[in-house]
């Protein structure tokens, strides 16, 4: 009976006119609310919008080399078919209001763009870091890149400015796999890369063995380059790999490496004496190195003149500087 009285009075209460007495100030959200209301903002967070194709441009580096034709036809028909499974990441364009950059997805946006469909997507205020980041992992985790693929990417990441160890984060390998990514991509120069793409089936070694040939100069970038665009090959990868690998083996085949010392060995130095055009007296000896030029000079007998060398190398250097400039305007 109590519990029934509460209840009366609450509901006679509520239908109390409203009393002159202002009004209680809102209480800080504390405890349960605040979580709940937190809760709420993260749910915001992972809502999935949807946006029109056409306001979303492109962000990040440069991951696919090319596209696959057949793969790309069969995504269209599946978003066409069943609708767009997955959602895409993208951030707001930094630079305008209204538009949105790619994180990753872009092959969907794409075919969302044929189809006149909106793009459903989640939306995050990514910085450029966590973009390539976010770009990088989710290529790995879907459609795995090939090997160049990767290691541009990488190279790309250097230039941009990241260190390795973002590399290897973004692309979940190690330091030692980075360092000679980078070293292939370098030797192979981007013009190449370009030419050639993806080439899913070659794997590390042979783009390795194709780059020693370029670096000890037994095949020629340009050359290769000319072979692919006359073979007729331009709708495959694979193919267009093949072309290059088989020109730059035969060429390598008739042309010897350029001299490269042995591991652990030193290259024989070049020891030299001079001596005085009038006097015949030794001056000094001069030991050339592959990367230094040693000049000994006795310490008896020379008069003090090391001790003069060293005082005016400053001014003979300087000397030296000016007539290599007043040459070069000639």
């Known amino acids: 009976m109590a519990r029934k009285n509460l209840l009366q009075s609450l509901i006679e209460d509520a239908a109390k006119p409203a009393s002159d007495a202002p009004p209680a100030p809102p209480r800080p959200r504390k405890g349960a609310i605040g979580a709940v209301s937190q809760s709420i903002e993260a749910l915001k967070a992972r809502a999935v919008l949807e946006l029109d194709p056409f306001e979303i441009d492109a962000g990040g580096l440069q991951d696919r080399l090319e596209s696959d034709d057949a793969e790309d036809a069969a995504l269209l028909a599946s978003i066409r078919d069943y609708g767009q499974q997955v959602p895409v990441l993208v951030r707001p364009h930094p630079e305008t209001d209204g538009r949105y950059q790619i994180v990753y997805g872009r092959r969907r946006v794409l075919a969302l763009r044929d189809l006149g469909q909106p793009v459903k997507a ?4 990514l910085d450029d870091t966590a973009l390539v980041m976010a770009q990088g992992q989710e290529n790995n985790a879907r459609r795995g890149l090939s090997f160049i693929e990767k ?4 190279a790309q990441m250097r230039d ?10 973004a692309l979940a390998i190690d330091k030692t796999v980075v360092s000679r990514m980078l070293q292939i991509v370098d030797r192979l120069g981007p013009d190449l890369i370009q030419r050639i793409g993806a080439a899913p089936a070659a794997g590390r070694d042979r783009w390795a063995q194709l780059a020693t040939w370029i670096d000890d100069e037994q095949a020629d970038v340009k050359m290769l380059i000319d072979m ?8 495959d990868s694979n193919h267009r790999f093949e072309i290059a690998y088989a020109a730059a083996q035969q060429d390598a085949a008739v042309t010897p490496p350029k001299p490269v010392p042995t591991k652990g060995k030193r290259a024989p130095s070049q020891r030299r004496t001079i001596k005085g055009r009038q006097t015949g007296i030794v001056i000094g000896t001069v030991q050339r190195k592959p990367d230094s030029l040693v000049l000994t000079l006795p310490r008896t007998g020379g008069g003090g003149f090391e001790e003069w060398l060293i005082d005016h190398l400053d001014e003979i250097h300087q000397t030296w500087s000016g007539d290599t400039a007043d040459g070069s305007d000639e």
Do not use: H, T
């Open 151 to 154: 290691a541009n990417f990488a």
């Open 122 to 125: 989640l939306l995050r205020d």
């Open 160 to 169: 941009a400015g990241y260190d390795r160890k973002a590399m290897c984060d």
């Open 228 to 235: 692919i665009a006359v073979s007729g090959s331009a709708d």
